[in-house]
């Protein structure tokens, strides 16, 4: 029945179609096998049947995955795993050229000599193989297929200037990772595809190239066996490879394998070669663009007659050598090998002695090198499994969970997952092995699950070390010269098509911190044309924002909400102070003009607010003469003036300039000429920016907490702080000037020389506690005299009712016993007085000219009867402890330089 099978080759370059004519061909029939180099086209190939006539009746069967469903009528697999003497309609084998290879060149020959469809037989593969095929079986047809697509070689070329939808080749997986980090730094990222690579962690790299993630695929010679993919260009990074024994140049049929997978369908290709890779010859170039290639003179062959009688009649018979001068023997393959080293073992030799079990044995043998670590390491891998096949028919559930478990893990780099991938094949291989566990489609699913993890993982890390999605999107769209979409959300974050790329703080763009270099400006130049509207949207919308959304800092920085927007600058006046707004040049000159004029208008109103009566006074056409002198000065304080500063222009001031002031609510007051509006916090929190501006400070004192009479005095803030801050520095602490001026109402009627006692009402204006007041006054320049008395106790009030209850109670004599008479008692010990502290306030001459500002005005003495002094102690033992000795005066005169009997005197005369 073989006989009449139909034998066709279709022999042709890369991009002919031959593998979708042999799918065609095959679905054509009822049923039908094809065989595939990797099991990467496996995949692919069995995507793309299942696509079309779904997955019941499509199997896929390579060493490491087999999906057989009970209807199958197609199967795919790769040329080792396909099953044989199945009796199917329609058989293929792929890239039939692979009979030369040196590694799995038998297994493709084997193929080509034994392989049979019912109906139909193909043999696709390069046009190199047409002797050999001929010669082997003169009853093949063949079918040439031209190229579908011009291929072209266009020189060396640097990777920097390779164009987008480019391949650069590496033949080791260090240069393949080597050039995916540069294309990476410099282009945004490249996919990565290698034969090593699980199906799984290989599409979802592909899936990044060709849906337009990146535009860069680096990888290996693999690509070059029928794998489909978007590539406009290949550019070699080198002309050499390693083989498994040494390193050789490329052939020109291996080199136009791969350039090959340059254009597809009718779009044109071109090649190259890049980095260290020297410029190809001339004679090479033009065989590779014209298909002209020396034909294959000999195929790889191994035995397929094996003897399984005995351990030495196998090896024999694998090393037997061809009779036919057209095939040639293979080098020693892996499962060779491994079996020369198992049979010197003497357990192993002693199980293997009958057929069955050096059947079993090369079935051991035939597990592939996964790992690829040692063959003496692989050999005590194989050793294990057989010993356990061989002496229970089965590998122990426990044994191999354990082999599993030990992989089972997805933390780690790029090469510690790919070598948990290596391992993890090989216990997927074994449990495709009918016959050897207990339940097959147990450890099936879980090594193929752990092949998942780890694939996914794998993609995971090679995405994140050699693809920044974002610089590669980005640059795309650039180059695309489209409007890029940029979206910012409520918390400034901006994405550009979906990337992010950084944050929106007010009107100026923060760059994601992590992009350097090349990647740097491209999100400089992406993130800036795309945010261009949202400059304009968000500008409009701060100008038309109310002023409750806009706030100044006590730093003189302008805010909207919570981003910075602009500062204040010194203007020509202290009241006019200028705004500097906080916008990239890049948002355009309509979108700065726009934020500094609404910023101008809010500092402008909020001057106009909380300054009323400053500009009030300023506008005022009616004060003339020393009033109008008067009030600039008071206007270029900001309202605040000690008084000690303007003595002589107050005296100056007749009773019409001052009352022409006071209509603008100026006080006068004893220590400070002010307004009382202007103490409130928010015209003193703005004061104090306006002075600081002003004062061409580098950092801004901040205003008191709003409500406080008194704060700690600061001997380091700069002079003036606390005036413009609304308070006086007074000692440890600074009170406030219109309590300090309650107080010094209060201090007028009392004598100031004789002394007075510090009352409660004055701890209550000012909120302190005795010592602390007595701090306050020695501070304003008074002497402070400290006193300990004894505290006056009230005696409890006795009810009415409970009075008249002793009164009236009659009182009997009785006589006592003397036997009962009490005892005299003893003398009770007498309790000390309890104490209290007082102070005694005198004004001081030794701290006048410390205090000249602070001195109390007074004119003609204290008021009868309060002038009597009260620092001597009592009868009864009061001690006082004197601060500052001043025995009272007889004769009062009136002390130039008190300020509270002027201010009296000055009352008086209104």
């Given at each position: 029945m073989a006989a009449q099978s139909r034998i066709i080759a279709v022999l042709g370059p890369t991009n002919t179609g031959k593998t979708t004519y042999a799918i065609e061909r095959m679905l054509a029939h009822r049923t039908g096998v094809i065989g595939l180099p990797l099991r990467l086209l496996a995949r692919e190939v069995y995507d793309r049947i299942v696509a079309l006539r779904g997955p019941s009746v499509v199997a896929l069967v390579t060493g490491e995955e087999r999906i057989v469903p009970p209807r199958t009528q197609y199967w795919v697999c790769t040329v080792e795993a396909m099953p044989q003497g199945m009796g199917a309609d329609f058989l293929a084998v792929d890239e039939i050229q692979l009979c030369a290879d040196p590694e799995r060149g038998h297994v493709f020959t084997e193929r080509l000599l034994s392989a049979r469809g019912?109906?139909?037989?193909?043999?696709?593969?390069?046009?190199?193989?047409?002797?050999?095929?001929?010669?082997?079986i003169p009853d093949a047809q063949f079918v040439a297929r031209e190229r579908m697509s011009q291929l072209a070689y266009s020189g060396p070329k640097k990777i920097s200037r390779m164009r987008p939808r480019s391949a650069i080749v590496g033949f080791s997986v260090e240069n393949v990772y080597a050039i995916a980090e540069l294309i990476r730094r410099q282009k945004g990222g490249a996919a990565v595809v290698m034969g090593a690579l699980s199906p799984r962690t290989r599409n979802a790299q592909v899936e990044m190239y060709q849906n337009g993630d990146v535009d860069f695929l680096v990888a290996t010679d693999a690509i070059g066996m029928g794998l489909n993919l978007d590539i406009d260009h290949v550019a070699f990074s080198s002309l050499s490879k390693f083989d498994g024994q040494r390193m050789r140049p490329l052939m020109a049929n291996e080199l136009a394998q791969i350039a090959g997978r340059a254009g597809r369908g009718m779009k044109p290709g071109t090649f190259g070669v890049t980095g260290e890779a020297p410029a190809l010859h001339d004679e090479l170039a033009r065989a590779i663009t014209e298909h002209r290639f020396q034909p294959v003179g000999k195929l790889q062959w191994r035995n397929p007659k094996l003897q399984m009688g005995r351990l030495d009649a196998l090896i024999a018979s694998l090393e037997q050598p061809s009779h036919d001068d057209r095939l040639v023997k293979s080098r020693e393959a892996d499962d060779l090998r491994v079996l020369k080293t198992l049979a010197g073992e003497a357990e192993v030799s002693a199980r293997a002695s009958d057929a069955k079990s050096v059947q079993l044995l090369w079935d051991v043998c035939r597990v592939?090198?996964?790992?690829?670590?040692?063959?003496?390491?692989?050999?005590?891998?194989?050793?294990?499994?057989?010993?356990?096949?061989?002496?229970?028919?089965?590998?122990?559930?426990?044994?191999?969970?354990?082999?599993?478990?030990?992989?089972?893990?997805?933390?780690?780099?790029?090469?510690?997952?790919?070598?948990?991938l290596a391992f993890i094949r090989t216990w997927t291989y074994v449990a495709q092995r009918s016959g050897w566990t207990n339940d097959e489609n147990h450890w099936r699913s879980q090594t193929r699950a752990v092949e998942d993890r780890l694939s996914d993982a794998l993609h995971e890390r090679l995405t994140q070390r050699f693809v920044d999605r974002r610089t590669s999107v980005l640059l795309r769209r650039l180059k695309q010269k489209e409007a890029l979409l940029a979206e910012v959300n409520d918390k400034g974050e901006v994405t550009v098509e979906g990337e992010f790329v950084g944050r929106l703080e007010g009107f100026r763009f923060s760059q994601d911190k992590s992009a350097s270099g090349n990647e740097e400006k491209t999100l400089r130049a992406a993130s800036v044309a795309a945010l261009t509207p949202h400059f304009h949207l968000r500008a409009d919308r701060f100008y038309n924002a109310?002023?409750?959304?806009?706030?100044?800092?006590?730093?003189?920085?302008?805010?909207?909400?919570?981003?910075?927007?602009?500062?204040?600058?010194?203007?020509?006046?202290?009241?006019?102070?200028?705004?500097?707004?906080?916008?990239?040049?890049?948002?355009?000159?309509?979108?700065?003009?726009?934020?500094?004029?609404?910023?101008?208008?809010?500092?402008?109103?909020?001057?106009?607010?909380?300054?009323?009566?400053?500009?009030?006074?300023?506008?005022?056409?009616?004060?003339?003469?020393?009033?109008?002198?008067?009030?600039?000065?008071?206007?270029?304080?900001?309202?605040?003036?000690?008084?000690?500063?303007?003595?002589?222009?107050?005296?100056?001031?007749d009773q019409d300039a001052r009352g022409a002031l006071r209509k603008h609510g100026i006080r006068f007051g004893q220590f400070t000429i002010f307004m009382p509006l202007l103490l409130k916090p928010a015209p003193t929190r703005l004061r104090l920016v306006l002075w600081s501006l002003a004062s061409s400070l580098q950092e801004f004192p901040e205003s008191p907490p709003p409500g406080l009479v008194t704060v700690p005095s600061d001997e380091h803030a700069p002079a003036g702080y606390h005036l413009m801050s609304g308070y006086r520095a007074a000692g440890a602490r600074a009170i406030r000037i219109d309590m300090l001026e309650r107080l010094a109402d209060m201090l007028r009627s009392e004598d100031s020389r004789g002394g007075f006692e510090g009352k409660a009402d004055m701890l209550s204006i000012t909120g302190m506690t005795l010592e602390q007041f007595s701090d306050l006054m020695q501070g304003l320049g008074y002497n402070a005299e400290k006193g300990e008395r004894e505290k006056v106790k009230v005696a409890p009030a006795v009810k009415p009712d409970e009075t008249a209850k002793v009164e009236d109670a009659p009182v009997e004599a009785t006589e006592v016993p003397a036997?009962?008479?009490?005892?005299?008692?003893?003398?009770?010990?007498?309790?000390?007085?309890?104490?209290?502290?007082?102070?005694?306030?005198?004004?001081?001459?030794?701290?006048?000219?410390?205090?000249?500002?602070?001195?109390?005005?007074?004119?003609?003495?204290?008021?009868?009867?309060?002038?009597?002094?009260?620092?001597?102690?009592?009868?009864?033992?009061?001690?006082?402890?004197?601060?500052?000795?001043?025995?009272?005066?007889?004769?009062?005169?009136?002390?130039?330089?008190?300020?509270?009997?002027?201010a009296l005197a000055g009352f008086g005369k209104k």
């Open positions: 019912l109906q139909e037989t193909l043999f696709m593969g390069a046009d190199t193989m047409r002797g050999p095929i001929q010669s082997l592939p090198d996964f790992r690829g670590i040692s063959n003496s390491e692989h050999a005590n891998l194989l050793e294990g499994i057989f010993n356990y096949l061989h002496e229970s028919g089965r590998i122990p559930d426990d044994w191999l969970a354990r082999q599993i478990k030990r992989i089972d893990r997805v933390e780690g780099d790029i090469d510690t997952l790919s070598k948990r109310p002023d409750t959304e806009i706030d100044f800092t006590e730093q003189g920085g302008l805010m909207w909400g919570e981003y910075a927007v602009g500062k204040l600058v010194t203007g020509p006046e202290a009241l006019k102070p200028q705004v500097q707004a906080f916008v990239d040049d890049e948002a355009g000159t309509d979108v700065i003009e726009k934020v500094t004029r609404r910023l101008q208008h809010f500092i402008d109103r909020k001057i106009a607010l909380h300054m009323e009566p400053l500009l009030n006074l300023q506008r005022d056409e009616e004060l003339s003469g020393m009033a109008r002198g008067f009030g600039f000065r008071l206007i270029e304080n900001m309202g605040l003036v000690a008084r000690s500063d303007v003595a002589e222009d107050v005296k100056a001031l036997a009962e008479a009490p005892a005299e008692e003893a003398p009770k010990e007498e309790t000390p007085p309890e104490m209290e502290v007082f102070y005694t306030f005198t004004w001081g001459r030794a701290r006048q000219q410390k205090h000249a500002d602070s001195r109390p005005r007074k004119q003609g003495g204290a008021p009868k009867g309060k002038g009597k002094p009260r620092g001597k102690p009592q009868a009864g033992g009061n001690k006082a402890q004197n601060f500052s000795a001043r025995p009272p005066k007889a004769e009062k005169k009136i002390d130039p330089d008190n300020p509270f009997a002027a």
